[in-house]
């Protein structure tokens, strides 16, 4: 990415696509029964990774998907009941849910809307975690048909929200998969993400796990409220 004086940015990047192929030669392999293994896809390579995703969750490994990029003719009920058929974690981003729901209205009215899609697509042989993104709002978690448990931001000055997302897939993915609770793991990558649009770039916030924890454990920031749930 290249970022201008005036502020504006260039995204330049190489198309990029996965093949089932290369996933399937690691299929398979011995995995250290005492860690859990996760395979984490973004939206972009879901349709051609079906059939590859099911045989990783035949061999006992987490699945886990980020909606962005999802194409156009998954983003409805049949589509996400599908996804939550085949992935154990769904990060469904706002943009995608407004899509899925045909609803563009503020973030507690999507929250109502995105808990009756889970109750409908409940997967048939597991909980299941659905986990909505809301930018400067937080995020809301969704288990099984039930929820939502939300969790507030932090009020930060935002600079860039590129790779935001991805950070927040990323500090719940690393903390939920070595033995953290799922509310503790959100609450970091909530706090991750938050931090992340305070820099320049995908890449420009350096965070270690201990600074995160000891800026989860200090409450620094000040969080918004909780989004009220009504009727």
């Known amino acids: 990415m290249v970022v201008e004086p005036n502020g504006s940015r260039t995204i330049i990047n190489e198309p990029f696509a996965l093949e089932e192929s290369n996933v399937a030669r690691y299929l398979g392999r011995s995995h250290e029964r005492q860690r859990r293994h996760c395979v984490h896809l973004d939206g972009y390579q879901v349709a051609g990774m079906v059939e590859s995703i099911r045989q990783v969750r035949d061999d006992s490994l987490v699945t886990s998907v980020q909606t962005t990029g999802l194409r156009r003719d998954w983003r409805s009920l049949d589509g996400f009941a599908q996804l939550r058929n085949d992935f154990d974690l769904v990060f469904l981003n ?71 997302g991805d950070t927040f897939a990323g500090v719940f993915l690393a903390a939920w998969l070595n033995g953290e609770p799922w509310s503790a793991a959100l609450r970091l990558a909530v706090a991750a993400a938050s931090l992340s649009v305070g820099v320049e770039g995908a890449q420009g916030l350096r965070l270690t796990a201990d600074d995160l924890a000891r800026y989860v454990g200090n409450d620094v920031g000040v969080e918004r409220p909780l989004m009220k749930m009504e009727g």
């Open 94 to 164: 706002r943009d995608v849910a407004r899509d899925t729901t045909g609803f563009a209205g503020s973030d507690t009215a999507l929250v109502r809307r995105v808990k009756s899609l889970c109750a409908r697509t409940v997967p048939a042989d597991r909980e299941g975690l659905v986990l909505l993104t809301l930018g400067a709002s937080g995020a809301a978690v969704f288990r099984g048909g039930g929820g939502p448990e939300l969790r507030p931001a932090p009020v930060v000055k935002t600079v860039d929200t590129t790779g935001a």
